[in-house]
């Protein structure tokens, strides 16, 4: 059964080296009642641990049912322990947290045994001593002979082979001792049992077996037992404990320190608290600035822009001083651009004017398109006539949403500053920025002095403009075409009877407040207007010939089979300019494509820019997304990029809010860091308070692993429980924040915590708490369970 072989241990003291055992030879039998005797420091309870695998020998042979343990490694030894070997101590060892019943099933949950197997076979070791009536007691509601009762109950449950009891009376009454060793000798009628003690008396009334020790030598043996030869029939069973046991465990330990585990899980959830209120404002202001953007962003198209567009940089200057944005006073203010400003040409083709047009309908409001048409416009001073210099002066039209009336777009975005709104096809405006600025270009375009300090805007309102076809504004000569008169006699065309009088009735200035304008300073017209004029240029005289023609019919020069300028089929007024068809131009211009000359003749009906209104901001990525479909694998030159100028204004707010929240949280982290540090602290103590249990558990089995497993629990409960607490304080303290902040600001439940940042919140809180205990974890893996069993 149990054979032990020239079994050697020593321990080392610095130099000094103390012999336990000293070449041990001893036979046990299957079933007998064996009794070691002797003195303190004689090497018996040495024996009874080498023999329970709790000390490893130095030397010689511990055999089990002929399976010898030379090589065994450590999960062998635990593994011997839980299906081999039953211990009983002087001292009971019972683990204090536990209830009898579950003191008593803990080897047999080691093992693995199913829960309804493992409860029953427990109460039947607890009938066995009497103790059925107490299962869900305490052990320290018991007696000590209670206690020794449950001591061998808990070696009796897993039915292991043999059963180690070590001075099992020591601490009890004469009565009790005799009790207790009644049933120690029961239990060796079928199994095998080793008492270490002191008492010779109990050894010769109860043992079958005397075994004397002095000095590490087995002296004598009152029943020795000759080697016999066995054949290994001897089959270990891996113990393993599961995290759920693990958690079992420590919870009920934690439950007896209620106030340190709560005042430790607070602590720790203070970091949480602060990350949380932090994120929960982020999220709430995050919520009321999309709201708010959503509102005042929403009717923001995405546009696609064909001409090139002066952008202002910063506030201007005047002399000294700068102009207030949204003046009151009726003054157009006319100033220099040449300074602080930058532009931007894109690519518009017919084929992508198609694509547009197929997008799907469910996405959009509708979709405005601005035709900057080349149209023949003459102003006069009274005296003289000459064509609206178009590269001095926006000349542009206005868009309006499809399925709207005429002028919505102006009276949504725009404030009349004098005049009206326009009312018919005829009708223009004079758009000025936000400064009622024009530039000295525009000013002069128009025919009046720019030179001045301002100009009251109610001399502008009524100022007429012609609009000349291009049949009376040129005429045939041979081959080619010239306009029909000198500059010295524009004011012929210009009082003409076919002419079509432009009545500039408003001047308007967008909106305070509004972010966005697709209408640069200048005039504005009617898309009725600007397709009136390209019907009527299509069917022209000089368009018909240009059409068939291989020249400019302007100027006489070749035309290009390629694309100039930007590269763009319509390059906005660069085209008229280089075709030669202003009034008075002469030669000399750059070569075109028929393309590029007909657009500068006003035979194109595409739009210099497109402007799409998606539904709400959702519907806007779809949108965006059909629009970047069209420039993948294209080359950069043909893509076409469009300003969505809502997702500008919506990141740069984002980064700004992220930017803050991701300083914040840093510094709430700091309690983080900290709450780890205590953690670690505090499981450090709870191994120190729970070495004997960490002994009991490796006496019963246990893996170091499981050791582990045990420690990382108890983190993974605190953690758990910081994490809920800190949440749930969040949840409370938002109540009382959102009170202040809405009597400060007016903002209504700006702090609301996203659900899934407070489920991250606590799986990093249970994350840095097992973090923080690990390293005492490993420490009280590391234990000698001889070492943990006798500490108190």
Known sequence: MLQLKNVTKSYRTGEFTQVALDKINLNFRKSEFVAILGQSGSGKTTLLNIIGGLDQYDSGELIINGQSTEHFKDSDWDAYRNNSVGFIFQSYNLISHLSLLDNVEMGMTLSGVASAEKHRKALEALEKVGLKDHIHKKPNQLSGGQMQRVAIARALANNPDIILADEPTGALDTETSEQIMELIKTIAEDKLVIMVTHNPELAESYADRIIRFSDGHAVSDSNPLANQKTTSS???????????????????????????????????????????????????FDKQISSYETGALSNFPISINQTATSVQIGPPDEGESKLPAYPAEKKLYPYDPSENSRQHTNVLTKEYIDYLNKIDPALIDGISYTRSVNMNVLVSDGEKAAALDKSRISLTAYPSKQGSETGSYLEQYYDVLDGKFPASKNDVVLIVDEYNRLTDAAVSALGLDYKVDSIDL?????????????????????????????AANLMELYNSPKAETLNIVGVLRAKEGTSISSLNPGIAYSDELAASFIADAQKSEIVLAQQKADFNVLT?????????????????????????????????????????????????????????????????????????????GRDT???VIYTDLAAIVTNISGSIMDGIT???????????????????????????????????????????????????????????????????????????????????????????????????????????????????????????????????
């Not at 319509?570 to 000359?597: Q, V």
């Not at 045990?710 to 605190?718: D, G, K, P, R």
């Open 662 to 792: 991701l300083v914040l949280i840093a510094f709430a982290a700091i309690s983080l860091v900290v709450s780890l540090i205590m953690i670690a602290i505090i499981t450090y103590i709870s191994v120190m308070e729970r070495t004997k249990e960490i002994g009991v558990l490796r006496a019963l089995g246990a893996r170091k692993k499981d050791i582990t497993r045990v420690f990382n629990a108890e983190t993974f409960i605190i953690g758990a429980c910081s994490g809920i607490l800190g949440i749930g304080i969040t949840y409370l303290l938002t109540i009382p924040v959102n009170a202040i902040l809405q009597n400060l600001t007016d903002l209504s439940n700006v702090a609301q915590l996203n659900p899934l940042h407070a489920l991250i919140l606590g799986v990093i809180s249970v994350g840095l708490t097992m973090i923080g205990g690990s390293i005492p974890a490993k420490m009280a893996a590391k234990k000698d369970p001889v070492a943990a069993l006798r500490s108190e």
């Open 637 to 639: 030159k043909d893509q």
């Open 458 to 486: 109610g001399d502008l309102v009524g100022t007429k403009l012609k609009l000349v076809m291009n049949n009376d504004y040129y005429r045939k000569n041979g081959d080619q075409f010239v306009v029909n008169g000198t």
């Open 234 to 284: 001897y089959k270990l069973k891996e113990t393993s404990m599961s995290f759920f046991t693990a958690l079992k465990l420590s919870g009920k330990n934690i439950a007896t320190k209620k106030w340190r585990t709560g005042l430790t899980a607070f602590a720790s959830s203070i970091g949480i608290i602060g990350i949380a209120l932090i994120l929960s404002l982020s999220n709430g």
């Open 556 to 632: 006489g020069q070749a035309l290009s089979d390629e694309v100039s300028g930007s590269g763009s089929a319509i390059a906005g007024g660069s085209p008229l300019e280089r075709m030669g068809a202003g009034a008075g131009a002469a030669g000399g211009a750059a070569s075109l494509t028929k393309e590029e000359a007909l657009a500068s003749l006003g035979a194109t009906d595409i739009p210099t820019s497109v402007s799409l209104y998606p539904i709400d901001f959702s519907a806007k990525e779809s949108v965006i997304a059909y629009l970047d479909k069209w420039n993948e």
